[in-house]
T-cell receptor, first 114, second 110 residues
Framework: SQTIHQWPATLVQPVGSPLSLECTVE??????LYWYRQAAGRGLQLLFY??????ISSEVPQNLSASRPQDRQFILSSKKLLLSDSGFYLC?????????????FGPGTRLLVL | GDSVTQMEGPVTLSEEAFLTINCTYT??????LFWYVQYPGEGLQLLLK?????DKGSNKGFEATYRKETTSFHLEKGSVQVSDSAVYFC?????????FGKGTRLSVIA
């Protein structure tokens, strides 16, 4: 069966520090991978998605970037964190990008920028 | 672009009450529709889905019917339990990754 891991589970970082969040998927090949952010009191915002190694689509311009160095690894990064980067970051995967394909979510990383 | 609108929360119900959470959507073509649930401190779990008009998704006593004529996918449960307390997200998937509504927080009190 497929599983998705995210780490760390919780992170407290000072403003201006770098960020690296990691997501890995097991039990499937060539998944579509996604990063979402859930800010306090707001809904889920799609940040990035990837259909293959090195292929990244950005949905919103911001202080973050994503990379996919391996087939089942998706990394979310920032060079300098802002207060507004605080939130709950969710990684997801799917077999099919569009249509009926279900997206499966990881447990999330809670980031607090102080 | 595609969008989802769901009722604002929070919703507070007594145990065994009837639940309805409204969800409407705007999309080109024929999207698939989903309800996800997020329990406190956890990620999102798929609750149910429907892939074409008039399909009914169901799981754990929850139901939602894909109504193309009203562009709706309302979530219902006949008798809620305290363990149903969570945030519920309506979402659609057309030609892009999932588009979510803002979520509705449900609190069920004993």
């Amino acid at each position: 069966s497929q599983t998705i891991h995210q780490w760390p589970a919780t992170l407290v970082q000072p403003v201006g520090s770098p960020l690296s969040l990691e997501c890995t998927v097991e039990g499937t090949s060539n998944p579509n991978l996604y990063w979402y952010r859930q800010a306090a009191g707001r809904g889920l915002q799609l940040l990035f998605y990837s259909v293959g190694i090195g292929q990244i689509s950005s949905e919103v311009p911001q202080n973050l970037s994503a990379s996919r160095p391996q087939d089942r690894q998706f990394i979310l990064s920032s060079k300098k964190l802002l207060l507004s980067d605080s939130g709950f970051y969710l990684c997801a995967w799917s077999v099919i990008l569009a249509g009926a394909g279900t997206q499966y979510f990881g447990p999330g990383t809670r980031l607090l920028v102080l | 672009g595609d969008s989802v609108t769901q009722m604002e929360g929070p919703v507070t119900l007594s145990e065994e009450a009837f639940l309805t959470i409204n969800c409407t959507y705007t999309a080109t073509g024929y999207p698939s529709l989903f309800w996800y649930v997020q329990y406190p401190g956890e990620g999102l779990q798929l609750l149910l889905k429907a892939t074409k008009a008039d399909d009914k998704g169901s799981n754990k006593g929850f139901e939602a019917t894909y109504r193309k004529e009203t562009t709706s996918f309302h979530l219902e449960k006949g008798s809620v339990q305290v363990s149903d307390s969570a945030v519920y997200f309506c979402a659609l998937k057309g030609n892009t990754p999932l588009v979510f509504g803002k979520g509705t927080r449900l609190s069920v009190i004993a």
